[in-house]
């Protein structure tokens, strides 16, 4: 009897150690072990089960490399020593990614990679190919700081000897950006619409509302960088040779030749003749409601107003798409202003509002325009500092409907608060107001605020 119960034990034992042996070895437990692992942030355990998969499944599911990544990240925060133990399995990580999903998110694979290399010391020349990489497939799928990174490296590597590279990398991605930031924006308004209308937001959309809400701030801010890092370099006496140069081999290219005049119109270099032969060669090879809008400009440099004004709404007049009419309104009110013809530029700018309601850079226009008026505006302190309240209203709506210059928004806002009228300004006033009392401000803004 006991020699049949031992053998018995014997084979039992054996199974269970068999079992044990089958269960360590599939690639499905080990996987989900691996995940389970970094969730619980057992990191030892973790990295023994990615290597395993690594050596034993590496094409079970493109999963195994999404969480490895968020481990091996995880790991050289919280055990800087180990960096080197990180920087060889990362390594292996992406290769076999690489080789194995490559059709997966290729663009922030890439860029995953080139800040993998870049937080393991890793080879300059190798950060630079894989960023570029990302960067050529998609820029947004790129997180904003590597954008930022990337385009650094760009403008270091490039700035003195191929300066259209910088601009053309530049160009894209601020493109791409705000192609992204309008689908964001789009789904801001709808939600917003829906909450107008009384209608309660289930959780789902207050996530969505978060989200679209939070990556429009972000890109909004790698865009303010990229503005920052051109700044230097992008002025007339760059442009200016450049693009004469240039010209001829480009004139009938039409994303150069726009690229070309918002270059210049944004860098005020407009009154080089070089500008009005590109808007010339524009409405030529592309005669759209752009074109005439900036055609309508050339005209009104020459002083033919009345026709211009004509030229500008016509234009207007023949774009469907929202947000392309928003736009062009924008640039009829951005010349204006340049112009330093304020009233003209706030009605266009409110025009452009009107075509898009959450087309933050109107608002901001016009309260930068209201701002720069307060000393034409009023008889005493009093009036006149009632001017920032009105500009308070606009940058505060600015900074409410778009995110992705809410930081910016908010800051002017708190700049015109710091400046509206006092307590003991508003006690004293001659008109006897109160607080709350509505108040119309003089002059040609004629907008009614409330008494702080």
């Not at 904003?144 to 270091?156: D, G, H, L, N, Q």
């Not at 689908?183 to 107008?196: M, T, V």
Request: aromatic share 12%.
């Amino acid at each position: 009897m006991k020699t049949r119960e031992l053998i018995f034990f014997t084979i039992l034992c054996s199974f269970i150690m068999f079992r044990a042996h089958a269960q360590d070895n599939d690639p499905a437990l080990r996987y989900n072990m691996l995940k389970t692992d970094y969730i619980t942030k057992n990191y030892e355990s973790a990295l023994k089960n990615l290597e395993w998969c690594l050596d034993n499944s590496p094409k079970l599911t493109a999963n195994i490399y999404i969480h490895g990544g968020n481990l091996l990240d995880a790991v050289l925060k919280t055990s800087p020593e180990k960096k080197e133990t990180i920087a060889v399995l990362g390594k292996k990580m992406y290769t076999k990614r690489f080789e194995n999903f490559p059709e997966i998110a290729p663009a922030k694979a890439h860029s995953d990679y080139a800040d993998f290399l870049e937080e393991i010391g890793g080879n300059k020349e190798e950060i630079f190919e894989n960023y570029e990489k990302a960067f050529k497939i998609d820029p947004t799928q790129m997180g904003p700081p590597s954008i930022v990174k990337y385009f650094t490296a760009v403008v270091e590597k490039y700035k003195d000897k191929d300066l259209q590279k910088v601009f053309n990398t530049y160009d894209l991605t601020v493109e791409a950006i705000e192609k992204k930031v309008e689908g964001y924006l789009d789904g801001i308004e709808k939600l917003q619409e829906k909450e107008a209308k009384g209608q309660m937001l289930i959780s789902s959309d207050k996530k969505q509302l978060e989200d679209y809400s939070t990556n429009s701030e972000y890109f909004g801010k790698v865009v303010l960088v990229l503005d920052q890092k051109m700044e230097e370099i992008s002025t007339c006496e760059y442009l200016i040779p450049l693009y004469t140069a240039d010209f001829e081999e480009n004139k009938t290219d039409k994303v150069w030749v726009t690229r070309a005049i918002n270059r210049m119109f944004k860098k005020d270099c407009t009154e080089d003749p070089l500008y009005a032969t590109l808007v010339e060669q524009y409405q030529e090879i592309d005669p759209s409601p752009e074109a005439s809008v900036l055609y309508a400009g050339l005209l009104m440099d020459k002083g033919e107003t009345e026709k211009a004004i004509s030229f500008f709404d016509k234009a207007i007049s023949q774009e469907t798409d929202p947000a392309k009419k928003a736009k062009n309104l924008y640039k009829v009110a951005d010349i204006f202003k340049k112009r330093g013809q304020n009233a003209k530029a706030v009605s266009y700018a409110k025009k452009a509002i009107a075509a898009k309601s959450n087309f933050g850079s109107a608002y901001t226009m016009i309260a930068s325009l209201y701002a720069g008026s307060v000393n034409d505006c009023g008889s005493d302190e009093f009036e006149k500092r009632m001017v920032y309240v009105a500009a308070k209203t606009y940058a505060l709506k600015a900074s409410k409907v778009d995110p992705s210059i809410g930081v910016y928004a908010s800051k002017l806002a708190q700049a015109y608060a710091a400046n509206e009228p006092s307590k003991k300004l508003v006690f004293n006033n001659e008109l006897g107001l109160k607080s709350g009392d509505s108040y119309t401000i003089k002059c040609w803004i004629g907008e009614t605020v409330r008494v702080p």
